[in-house]
Antibody, heavy 125, light 107 residues
Framework: EVQLVESGGGLVQPGGSLRLSCVASGFTFSDRYMEWVRQAPGKGLEWVGRARDKAHSYTTEYAASVKGRFTISRDDSRNSLYLQMDSLKTEDTAVYYC????????????????WGQGTLVTVSS | AIQMTQSPSSLSASVGDRVTITCRASQGIRNDLAWYQQKPGKAPKLLIYTVSSLQSGVPSRFSGSGSGTDFTLTISSLQPEDFATYYCLQDYNYPFTFGPGTKVDIK
């Protein structure tokens, strides 16, 4: 059974840092692209960023709103995905979801097929 | 960035109704369009990817269509468990963008 479990959320002051983790199980983590998606309270979904697999040099992509402040990394030996969040702003307050990219027809376009339960990050003084 | 719009923003429907939700992209996105369902307090669930491919385990009353910039999610016969918010997502180019959502509630 595929499982994604996020942790690391909490209350942080503006300008502070936080590191989220997502531990994966039930599939070969190293073969998959992984994503972070967030949702501010009462708002819609916002894509945060992508981590490609080893075959694609572990490269990353980011939303403009977080680029330069957030860093996505992964440790395939620990089946883990990370989101390092620096210079946090009040508008970063949201539930952060870790998601897996499905294989689809070309190996990487199968949508975000599994999601974690989310972890809440609150940025407030 | 590609802008995604959805219509309507909300709708009221009855069990058994046929429901159609539209998603429009600000530029062509080939077939790189997915649909998600989200219920309150829960993570989103993938329904359809690459416009019309039904995710494993999703009931066949859900279908997707469209091309280029205009896409549609159809629920052929609305069931009680389908009352939720639906989002489209373009994963054609970066940054990926979601539509603002369509809330489907009970009439």
């Amino acid at each position: 059974e595929v499982q994604l479990v996020e942790s690391g959320g909490g209350l942080v002051q503006p300008g502070g840092s936080l590191r989220l983790s997502c531990v994966a199980s039930g599939f070969t983590f190293s073969d998959r692209y992984m994503e972070w998606v967030r949702q501010a309270p009462g708002k819609g979904l916002e894509w945060v960023g992508r981590a490609r697999d080893k075959a694609h040099s572990y490269t990353t992509e980011y939303a403009a709103s977080v680029k330069g402040r957030f860093t996505i990394s992964r440790d395939d030996s620990r089946n883990s995905l990370y989101l390092q969040m620096d210079s946090l702003k009040t508008e970063d307050t949201a539930v952060y979801y870790c998601t897996r990219v499905g294989t689809g027809s070309d190996g990487y376009n199968g949508g975000f097929d599994y999601w974690g339960q989310g972890t809440l990050v609150t940025v407030s003084s | 960035a590609i802008q995604m719009t959805q219509s309507p923003s909300s709708l009221s429907a009855s069990v058994g109704d046929r429901v159609t939700i539209t998603c429009r992209a600000s530029q062509g996105i080939r077939n790189d369009l997915a649909w998600y369902q989200q219920k309150p307090g829960k993570a989103p669930k993938l329904l359809i990817y690459t416009v019309s491919s039904l995710q494993s385990g999703v009931p066949s009353r859900f279908s997707g269509s469209g091309s280029g910039t205009d896409f549609t999610l159809t629920i052929s016969s609305l069931q009680p468990e389908d009352f939720a918010t639906y989002y489209c997502l373009q994963d054609y180019n970066y940054p990926f963008t979601f539509g603002p959502g369509t809330k489907v509630d009970i009439k």
